[in-house]
């Protein structure tokens, strides 16, 4: 049995503790795409918890972590994320495990994302500066290091060779850099090989294996539908596919073994980086909402843009991703707002567009039409009965359920594991 959470936005939609929470009657926790350009924040005994590349489920003591082939890891990363958890009193010892066929980040990957989107000028990304597509980018261009390449010191050191020889013409002639040398850097490195050789496996084997056994999986999604490389703002987007397909490939598990795909949308819309944003507000309220909803990157920090809830994204991507149901987090966070707007329907050249467009020129020179809805005043956060909620919060989900077309099973109200309502 295998359920597959997934963004229905542009990431940040609070998954971490979505997860956190499923955990609890799950086995096991992987992810499958992305890096350490992830932030998953988890509240638990009012201890915060940020996760980058680790699966948040990790908390609970039952589960094991995986960390799928489609993953790219960056050892440093890594090895600091797996210090502080030690330091915060988690013990992770063989419960977490990492593809051998994963890719890995290295310096190199980090330094060219970075002068890579500066170079961009005026179109830059605003990448997270992790060396996300540029690790991937070497994946697919055959040159990148595997796990297991990593783990032997003659493999790496080959591969490493012919990689560098590129980039480092390119830091040279190119960017007017330092070059990088092959000796340094596996030198730097060398003190992660044993804990990678610890906890490399066959990830895919071992969750087909654990399938068969009846084991119940947690598949994660880092960011979400509308950073996916193909279906999201391209160019603004990652360098991978967080959607629900993403699972498949990047966990080596067959489709038909996947049994139910839960999404989450948060109650309005946030976006970090550059690219089009239809419904973000500009006035006022972004800054509230900013405020009320500590809309700042788990992984830069930086502040996200913050907009009215997208109607028409959250509808194409409950489609996209085949979602059975739908949970809306940071409900809260709307309280004391007199109205709440909704975006319904995008204009486009006066005529009228009811899906997501994939031509990002025409996504980012849409009109949106607004419903408005009425807010409530009062303080949601200790709620945790669905009925007791304000009228208005209820109206409010109903309006979405109906306007996205899948049923929302549940609403949360705060950062800490119990304030989920079921609904
Ligand atoms: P990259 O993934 O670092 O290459 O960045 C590409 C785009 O995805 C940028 O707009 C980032 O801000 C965005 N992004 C990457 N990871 C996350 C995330 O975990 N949450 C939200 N946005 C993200």
């Known amino acids: 049995m295998i359920t597959v959470v997934i963004g229905t936005q542009w990431g940040d939609e609070g998954k971490g503790k979505i997860i956190d929470t499923l955990a609890t009657q799950h086995d096991i926790v992987a992810r499958y795409q992305g890096g350490a350009n992830a932030g998953h924040t988890v509240v638990y005994n009012n201890q915060k918890f940020i996760f980058h590349l680790v699966p948040s489920g990790i908390l609970h003591k039952h589960v094991v972590g995986i960390l799928g082939n489609g993953i790219v890891i960056d050892p440093a990363s890594f090895f600091q994320e797996l210090t502080d958890m030690e330091k915060q009193g988690i013990d992770f010892s063989k419960r977490l495990f990492i593809a051998q066929n994963a890719h890995i980040t290295l310096t190199y990957h980090k330094i060219l994302d970075q002068i890579e989107d500066a170079k961009r000028g005026s179109g830059k990304l605003g990448t997270t500066g992790r060396g996300i597509g540029t690790t991937y980018t070497d994946k697919y261009g055959r040159i990148g290091i595997r796990v297991s390449d990593f783990i032997n010191e003659s493999v790496f050191i080959n591969k490493l060779k012919t990689a560098l020889e590129l980039k480092n013409y390119l830091f040279q002639e190119y960017y007017k850099k330092s070059i990088i040398s092959v000796e340094n850097l596996a030198d730097e490195y060398s003190k992660y090989r044993e804990k990678f050789k610890e906890m490399a496996i066959d990830t895919s084997y071992y969750l087909n294996q654990a399938i068969d056994k009846g084991k119940r999986i947690l598949a994660e999604g880092a960011q979400g539908t509308f950073l996916d490389i193909d279906f999201?703002?391209?160019?603004?987007?990652?360098?991978?596919?967080?959607?629900?397909?993403g699972a498949c490939t990047g966990l080596g598990i067959g489709p038909k073994k996947i049994t139910k795909v839960i999404g989450v949308a948060k109650?309005?819309?946030?976006?970090?980086?550059?690219?089009?944003?239809?419904t973000e507000i500009n006035d006022e309220i972004?800054?509230?909402?900013?405020?009320?909803?500590?809309?700042?990157?788990?992984?830069?920090?930086?502040?996200?843009?913050?907009?009215?809830?997208?109607?028409?994204?959250?509808?194409?991507?409950?489609?996209?991703?085949?979602?059975?149901?739908?949970?809306?987090?940071?409900?809260?966070?709307?309280?004391?707002?007199?109205?709440?707007?909704?975006?319904?329907?995008?204009?486009?050249?006066?005529?009228?567009?009811?899906?997501?467009?994939?031509?990002?020129?025409?996504?980012e020179n849409v009109d949106v039409e607004y419903e408005e809805m009425q807010g409530w005043d009062t303080n949601i956060n200790n709620i945790s009965t669905y009925k007791d909620l304000p009228t208005a919060a209820k109206k409010y989900i109903d309006r979405i359920e109906e306007l996205v077309g899948t049923k929302i099973t549940a609403v949360s109200v705060g950062s800490a594991r119990e304030q989920i309502i079921a609904r």
Request: glycine share 10%.
């Open 232 to 245: 999201g703002t391209y160019p603004f987007v990652t360098a991978s596919n967080p959607i629900s397909g």
């Open 267 to 278: 109650a309005y819309t946030t976006r970090v980086g550059m690219g089009p944003f239809p």
């Open 286 to 363: 972004n800054q509230t909402l900013r405020t009320a909803g500590n809309e700042f990157g788990a992984t830069t920090g930086r502040p996200r843009r913050c907009g009215w809830f997208d109607a028409i994204i959250v509808r194409y991507a409950t489609v996209l991703n085949g979602i059975d149901e739908l949970i809306i987090t940071k409900l809260d966070v709307l309280s004391g707002l007199k109205t709440i707007k909704i975006g319904v329907k995008y204009i486009y050249n006066d005529q009228s567009v009811d899906i997501y467009p994939l031509d990002t020129e025409i996504f």
